[in-house]
Structures are given as structure tokens and as C-alpha cells.
């Protein structure tokens, strides 16, 4: 049967694949704690920037002295950024409080829709598209693969399947209640974000010198910059740089905490915030708002089936009585995932905060009562696979969301050496590879080749207060009064 072309449609208003309400915003205490074993870096990383051209041919290519560059969060984004940095010559340590892709990471849909970008956006989604395709080939990876996107919206209980004038659906496991189903976009792709998350971490991990630590980072340690200018008014620019990351490490290796924790300093020159929505804790570390909303949504996953297997398609569905606008992702073992759920719960930063009810992947909770209104919602369009005796998994994870729902992307102006990669909201898996090569470029190169980090600037959220009298390296990123 043929997909019908048409062209590739912005999602419904009714999907969580789209821009949010704005968080409110806190002010932020700088913590500043110097660690006295840390070298000062003359190599240290330069500012947030781009350059006109891509330089993949230096990809292999390894500085005279890298950094000491610890990653915080093992998500996607961070094992992406340790990634790319090992492409340049560069090992990282990563500092994770629960277990790689523990959170959002490993729990995703693993939707990919290089086309789907605003005027923004667009270059992250093409051209992050196109790396992972180039990943599924560097890593080997099973479970990335094309598939074709419908549209469909469920009868809503109105009985019988397609109504009888309309097209049958192109799956046939589509074989429930079952208005519309049609093509979307036929360029798009999947991935399981579980294996491209611990591949990107396994193949980090192999370079001498590279490094997980499993344990809670608690804060950075800064000191200040001494600038060589004769002028006072230079020399106390106010600039600080990186040394150390303060961690609560667990003693147990595997990342399940046995209770024993010792409070560790790892000396560094570079720290990359990457800790999905909890990377609000920055905020205090380096007295730049970090605004952020988590937003914790179910998924379930129904058992395998060989219809799927045999003719996979993702399906965008529209909003229906039960208030969820499903999307449904079928994987490449013919297990199918479904998010969009409805009921999301927005989780504010009070809550992400140490000592909030959310401080932590391992406190993130699951809506029964979304999960039985999807199972019906699904079990309606897909008697086949939904209507079997309900789903085999459910669980849930919480999306970081900055009020712009836009990425937080760069250096931390007045911070020598603070790199952010997080607030990827609905795209993280599909934004993770360009996220973290441009990130790896800012720390080799001191600017970004590879993307346009304009609009995803840390320093975007700083209040009036906070730039006043800020610089980063020699450039003034906020008025000087
Ligand atoms: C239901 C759902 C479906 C989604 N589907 C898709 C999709 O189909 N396609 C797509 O592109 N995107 C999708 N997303 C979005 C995507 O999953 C996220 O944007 C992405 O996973 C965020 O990755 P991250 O690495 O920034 O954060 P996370 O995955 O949240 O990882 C952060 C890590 O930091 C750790 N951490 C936190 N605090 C500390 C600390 N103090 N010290 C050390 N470690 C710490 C955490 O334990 C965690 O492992 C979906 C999201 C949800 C919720």
C-alpha cells in the first residue's frame, strides 16, 4: 500500500514538542571554591563564537596539552560531549549521580525529524540528522534505522475502524478505531536512545585517561583571574576561572550507592554542565541564571510484535478523549513505545533543587492514571498490539526546559573554563551529536565551527545585575556601570 507524500508538518499544538511556558527565574549566589591543587591552565578555553567553516579533517587531529575537562550528568549530552572531545584527542572524566542514561536519556522515544526546525532550530536538527547517521555507522549501532512518520488521528470511540470512504491505514497493525492515518514525512529516523547513550559513553571511555565517577557534584570551585594589564580597573575584571569540581563520590563503582560517600575535589581547568534539568544547580555555581523547567511525562512499551516488526512507522496522533496526543514509536525488535500521554507535570526549579521531592533521576515517579488512560487511548487504534493485556514497561522521565524551550548551549561569560550543554526540551536525542561536537570545539578551539550558538548563549537568561561589570576574556558581556 503507498504512503501518500506530503510535506513534513509541524507537530499539533496538543504534542509536548512544543514551546513552553517560561519558568520563573531565581537569582544565583556564586559559590567559589578554590581548589589549591589545581593548576592554572594556559590552554584554557575560549569563548562562546563560531567560525565560518567546519574542520572535520582535524577531527583526529590532538592538542599539544589538552585539558583537564570534567563532564557533568552521563545523559546523552554528556556522554556525547566526552565523545566528541576523545575525536579530539581530549579524555574527559564524567561525573554521574545515578547511572548512564539514567534519566531522560535512556528512557526517551528516540525520535529523529531532521526537517521538523524553526527558523532557530533548523541547523541543529539537519545537521545533527546527518551525524547520526555517520554515528550509527561509527558505533555500530542496531537500532538506529529510516522509518516513515503518519499522522492519525483514532475514532474516538465512535466504533468500527476506518470509516468506510476513508483509506485503510498504511500499518496494518493500525487495526483499531482509526479515523485518519496518513503520511507525514518520510525522511525521518529512529534510534533507542538507551544504546546510542552507553555506546557514545563505551567509546569515551576507551581513551587513556578517560574517566566515570559515580557521585552527586555538589559545586565548582573558581578563582579569580589575574589579569597582566598594568590598569587596576582591567586587573579587577571581575573574570574567574575554573579549578576543581566538589563531588560527593559514591564508594561503590557501579553506580549503585551502598550507602559510603567521601567528599571529593577533582582538579580541572573545564567543567561542562550537562546534568539534563537539574543543571539549574548552576545557577548558584556561577551566578548566571540557569532557568528551568522539568517536564515529567509517562511512556510505556508494549510487547513485540511481528506486524511491527515488519512494517514499522512512527504515528503523530491527535489530541483524543482521554487527553493524550500519543506518539508511537515502534522499535527495531518490534516492541512499540508511546509518550505523549497527556498530563505532564511541570516541575520547577525549587524541586530540582537539592532537597526537592525531584533532586534526583532515581525520585522521578510515574502517573498511573496517565498510564492507564494512554493504554486505552492506544489499545483503541491498535487492537493487535494495544489491546493484548496492556503494556509490558512503564516508566517516566522529565524533559529540561528552559523558558525560551530552546537549548543552553556555550560558555558561561565570566567563567574561564564553565561550558553549559543542556535544556534540549523535546529534541535532546536528536540535538545530542551536534551538541556535543560543537561543545568539543569550544574546548579545543575556543569557538564553534560546527553551529551558530547565538540564540543558545548560557549568559541569555542573566539578570541586569548579573552582567553588570561581567566579561569574558576581553569582550564585555554586559553594560559596565
Ligand atoms: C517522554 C519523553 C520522550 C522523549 N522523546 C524524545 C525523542 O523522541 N527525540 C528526542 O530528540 N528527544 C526526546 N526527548 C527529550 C530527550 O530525552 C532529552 O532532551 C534528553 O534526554 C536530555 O538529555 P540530557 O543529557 O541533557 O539530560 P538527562 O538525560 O536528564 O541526563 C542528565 C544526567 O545528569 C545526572 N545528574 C543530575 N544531577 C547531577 C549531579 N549533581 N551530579 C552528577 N550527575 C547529575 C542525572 O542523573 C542524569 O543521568 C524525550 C523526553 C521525554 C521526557
Redesign the pocket.
Given at each position: 500500500m503507498s504512503l501518500l507524500p506530503s510535506s513534513p508538518a509541524r507537530v499539533s499544538s496538543a504534542s509536548p514538542r512544543r514551546p513552553l511556558r517560561r519558568a520563573p527565574r531565581r537569582g544565583g549566589a556564586v559559590a567559589a571554591r578554590a581548589a589549591s591543587d589545581a593548576r592554572a591552565s594556559s590552554d584554557a578555553p575560549g569563548r562562546d563564537g563560531t567560525s565560518s567553516s567546519s574542520d572535520d579533517a582535524r577531527d583526529d587531529a590532538k592538542p599539544r596539552t589538552p585539558p583537564r575537562v570534567v563532564i557533568?550528568?552521563?545523559?546523552?549530552?554528556?556522554c556525547a560531549t566526552a565523545y566528541y572531545l576523545s575525536k579530539r584527542g581530549i579524555p574527559s572524566t564524567i561525573?554521574?549521580?545515578?547511572s548512564v542514561a539514567?534519566?531522560?536519556?535512556g528512557?526517551?522515544?528516540?525520535?529523529?525529524a531532521g526537517g521538523w526546525g524553526d527558523r532557530v532550530t533548523e541547523p541543529l536538527h539537519a545537521k545533527s540528522a546527518a551525524l547520526h547517521e555517520a554515528l550509527a555507522e561509527e558505533l555500530a549501532l542496531e537500532t538506529y534505522r529510516k522509518i516513515p512518520t503518519l499522522s492519525v488521528a483514532g475514532g474516538d470511540g465512535g466504533g468500527g475502524s476506518n470509516s468506510s470512504n476513508a483509506a485503510p491505514p498504511p500499518v496494518s497493525w493500525l487495526d483499531g478505531d482509526v479515523r485518519r492515518a496518513e503520511l507525514m514525512d518520510d525522511t525521518t529516523a529512529q534510534v533507542t536512545?538507551m544504546e546510542l547513550t552507553t555506546r557514545l559513553h563505551e567509546e569515551a571511555m576507551k581513551m587513556e585517561g578517560a574517566e566515570t565517577i559515580y557521585g552527586?557534584?555538589e559545586s565548582v570551585a573558581l578563582e579569580p583571574v589575574e589579569n597582566d594589564s598594568d590598569s587596576d580597573d582591567a586587573k579587577d575584571s571581575g573574570e574567574r576561572r575554573v579549578v576543581g569540581v566538589v563531588v560527593k563520590k559514591q564508594s561503590s563503582a557501579a553506580g549503585v550507592s551502598d550507602g559510603e560517600e567521601e567528599t571529593i575535589t577533582l582538579p580541572c581547568d573545564v567543567c561542562v554542565v550537562?546534568?539534563?534539568?537539574?543543571s539549574t544547580?548552576a545557577s548558584a555555581w556561577f551566578g548566571v541564571d540557569v532557568p528551568m523547567t522539568g517536564v515529567k511525562?509517562v511512556?510505556l512499551e508494549f510487547p513485540a510484535s511481528d506486524a511491527v516488526k515488519a512494517e514499522p512507522a512512527a504515528l503523530f496522533c491527535a489530541e483524543d478523549r482521554n487527553g493524550c496526543h500519543l506518539e508511537v514509536?515502534p522499535r527495531s525488535t518490534g516492541e512499540v513505545y508511546v509518550?505523549g500521554c497527556g498530563g505532564s507535570e511541570y516541575v520547577d526549579e525549587a524541586r530540582l533543587m537539592p532537597g526537592g521531592d525531584l533532586d534526583?533521576?532515581e525520585k522521578v515517579w510515574t502517573d498511573e492514571t496517565r498510564v492507564r488512560a494512554a493504554s486505552d487511548s492506544f489499545g483503541q487504534l491498535s487492537r493487535s498490539v494495544g489491546g493484548r493485556g496492556g503494556p509490558a514497561r512503564t516508566q517516566s522521565?522529565?524533559?529540561?526546559c528552559p523558558p525560551d524551550a530552546r537549548p543552553i548551549i556555550g560558555a558561561v561569560p565570566g567563567v574561564r573554563g564553565a561550558y553549559m550543554n543542556?535544556g534540549?526540551?523535546?529534541?535532546?536525542?536528536?540535538?545530542a551529536p551536534i551538541s556535543g561536537k560543537v561543545v568539543s570545539e569550544l574546548v579545543a578551539d575556543g569557538k564553534a565551527a560546527s553551529a551558530d550558538l547565538t540564540h543558545f548563549a548560557p549568559g541569555r537568561f542573566m539578570t541586569a545585575a548579573q552582567k553588570r561589570g561581567r566579561k569574558m576574556r576581553d569582550v564585555n558581556v554586559g553594560e559596565q556601570w
Open positions: 557533568l550528568g552521563g545523559g546523552i549530552q554528556g561525573v554521574e549521580r545515578v539514567a534519566a531522560a536519556s528512557k526517551a522515544g528516540g525520535f529523529l536512545p552527586e557534584a550537562a546534568m539534563g534539568p537539574w544547580r511525562s511512556s514509536y509518550c534526583s533521576a522521565c522529565m524533559r529540561p543542556c534540549h526540551n523535546c529534541w535532546g536525542i536528536l540535538w
